[in-house]
């Protein structure tokens, strides 16, 4: 079974200042990691994923993530936070199982940034 | 392409009352997804299709039913709507390809059941 855990249901940061949103994963076998937003009335947004190769991801607004496989994490990041960052993230992961994958979500981190 | 839509927007049941969830994509995804999202609960994976008459349960299938005569549709029926049936739905769909594509997801259905 593949689980996905978000240990801070709220994180609070000042606007200017670096954010890093936490996930850790479980799966057996080689992972699919993905971020989502979500934004209030809104369905799910992609951010990022880490497939292979690079453990620091990329992704969308400025968003990066780094893949740790010995601490099985992949916290979301960003250097400077905006307030327009503030929404629901939530983590997800899918083991590799060509045909067969689906996504296993985190319980979401509402993340506010303070002006 | 209009992506993946969801109608309604909003629908309010009775108990005991039934109900098809709409679910349409555009972008020849093979791919569909139905969760359901609980305040503090994550997401949760209803059911899902590989394809064009292909469909399967996922972790809370229970009370739900779906098909998928189409690639482009994918409804979710609630045949007797319970409180526990309160909750947001959302649709999402993805490519055949490997696994490591993202989902796209629709706006999803807010329902409630009193």
């Known amino acids: 079974a593949q689980s996905v855990a978000q240990p801070e249901d709220q994180v609070n940061v000042a606007e200017g200042n670096p954010l890093t949103v936490k996930c850790t994963y479980s799966?057996?076998?080689?992972?699919?990691l993905f971020w989502y937003v979500q934004y209030p009335n809104r369905g799910l947004q992609f951010l990022l994923k880490?497939?292979?190769?690079?453990?620091l991801v990329k992704g969308s607004y400025g968003f990066e993530a780094e893949f740790n496989k010995s601490q099985t994490s992949f916290h979301l990041k960003k250097p400077s936070a905006l307030v327009s960052d503030s929404a629901l993230y939530f983590c997800a992961v899918s083991l590799r199982d060509f045909g067969n994958e689906k996504l296993t979500f985190g319980t979401g981190t509402r993340l506010t940034i303070i002006p | 392409n209009a992506g993946v839509t969801q109608t309604p927007k909003f629908r309010i049941l009775k108990i005991g009352q039934s109900m098809t969830l709409q679910c349409t994509q555009d972008?020849?995804?093979?791919?569909m997804y139905w969760y359901r999202q609980d305040p503090g609960m994550g997401l949760k994976l209803i059911y899902y299709?590989?394809?064009?008459?292909?469909?399967d349960k996922g972790e809370v299938p229970n009370g739900y039913n779906v098909s998928r005569s189409t690639t482009e549709d994918f409804p979710l029926r609630l045949e007797l709507a319970a409180p526990s049936q309160t909750s947001v739905y959302f649709c999402?769909?993805?490519?055949?390809?490997?696994?490591?594509?993202?989902?796209?997801f629709g706006p999803g259905t807010r329902l409630t059941v009193l």
């Open positions: 299709s590989v394809g064009a008459g292909i469909t």
């Open positions: 799966v057996s076998g080689n992972p699919y």
């Open positions: 880490y497939i292979t190769g690079d453990n």
């Open positions: 972008m020849n995804h093979n791919y």
């Open positions: 999402a769909s993805r490519p055949r390809l490997a696994g490591d594509n993202e989902q796209f």
